[in-house]
């Protein structure tokens, strides 16, 4: 690595060049990440709040290069998870506009009619 910065001649153009070495590509890794979070199933045996951190640090590495999921993304992911356990199968799923409307509708979606 030294041989690559050597020659310059001050330290701007040191750390230039090696900020140019280590950037991220964050084309391919929010490609991955959005690939991940799609992918993302509940484990068996997994606890749904470990199944909803698992996709809040998903989330958060791809808030942390710029890339802001929608709530929309994030809620069918939720309720595709809720499903698979079946605590929502009563879920107007084509109302859902957003995270905030599930979380105003969950207080009555587990209670059986």
């Known amino acids: ?23 991220v590509n964050n084309a391919n890794q929010i490609l991955f ?14 606890s749904i709040q ?13 808030l942390s ?13 939720d309720l595709g998870a809720l499903q698979e356990i079946g605590m929502c199968s009563t879920l107007p799923f084509s109302t859902m506009t957003g995270f905030r409307d599930l979380v105003n ?3 009555n979606a587990h209670k059986k009619k």
């Open 65 to 77: 290069i710029g890339e802001v999921p929608s709530d929309r993304e994030l809620s069918l992911i």
């Open 105 to 107: 509708y969950w207080p």
């Open 1 to 23: 690595m030294v041989a690559y910065i050597s020659d310059l001649e001050t330290f701007k153009e040191m750390y230039e060049k090696l900020v140019e070495m280590f950037k």
């Open 33 to 46: 990440l959005k690939n991940k979070l799609k992918d993302i199933k509940m484990d068996r045996g997994e």
């Open 50 to 62: 470990s199944y909803f951190m698992r996709i809040t640090e998903i989330k958060n590495d791809l």
